[in-house]
């Protein structure tokens, strides 16, 4: 079973900054699949980026991804107000198809 | 458009079996090459992959269930369900469903169904 450590736990940002989301694997994932998805409060997780780096459909661009093997990163360029949100990792090559523990971007 | 939409009792009393359906509308569940999955959420907690079904109907959970987990389908329904036996407090959580094309991760959630687990 892959384990999926998520780093930090929370980040304390204001708008307009950068934030960097870490997502590490226990061992390889294989293909890059990996995946990660935003959740607010009350809503169901939404899919922002799959294989690591490709945006899902209506994803801005500043949201982007990145890594392979073992290390991925989620990087939100300049943060919207309406970004702030937990983020999850998430692999999708081996089942069960674990997902890391979350990071919440939270406003400074 | 695929939608999905949970349903199902929100309170479960402990060591009883909770059961919950998936109604799927805007395609079918046995067509293309899907994985159709249970997912839950305890409060303030991170997500727990349950177990799926494919479009071809087989079925695999998350060995951390300790084969408490049945997922099934009712292909005349266009439904999928869960049935999580032998529940405790641990197993209050949201639970949804979701779908995802193999190769993929899941593009498309039900909004999610509460559920309790107390006396």
């Known amino acids: 079973e892959i384990v999926l450590t998520q780093s930090p736990g929370t980040l304390s940002l204001s708008p307009g900054e950068r934030a960097t989301l870490s997502c590490r694997a226990s061992q390889s994932v294989i293909g890059s699949y990996l995946a990660w998805y935003q959740q607010k409060p009350g809503q169901a997780p939404r899919l922002l980026i799959y294989?690591?780096?490709t945006r899902a459909t209506g994803i801005p661009d500043r949201f982007s991804g990145s890594g392979s093997g073992t290390d991925f990163t989620l990087t939100i360029s300049r943060l919207e107000p309406e970004d702030f949100a937990v983020y999850y990792c998430?692999?999708?090559?081996?089942?069960?198809?674990?997902f890391g523990g979350g990071t919440k971007v939270e406003i400074k | 458009q695929v939608q999905l939409q949970e349903s199902g009792p929100g309170l479960v009393k402990p060591s009883q079996t909770l059961s919950l359906t998936c109604s799927v509308s805007g395609g079918s569940i046995t067509s293309g090459n899907h994985d159709w999955t249970w997912i839950r959420q305890p409060a303030g907690k991170g997500l727990e992959w349950i177990g799926r079904i494919h479009t071809t109907g087989s079925t695999n959970s998350n060995p951390s269930l300790k084969g408490r987990v049945i997922v099934s389908r009712d292909t005349s329904q266009n439904q999928f369900s869960l049935s999580l036996t032998s529940v405790t407090a641990a197993d209050t959580a949201v639970y949804y469903c979701a779908r995802r094309t193999r190769g993929y991760p899941y593009d498309i959630w039900g909004q999610g169904t509460m559920v309790t687990v107390s006396s």
């Open positions: 998430q692999q999708y090559d081996t089942s069960p198809l674990a």
């Open positions: 294989g690591a780096s």
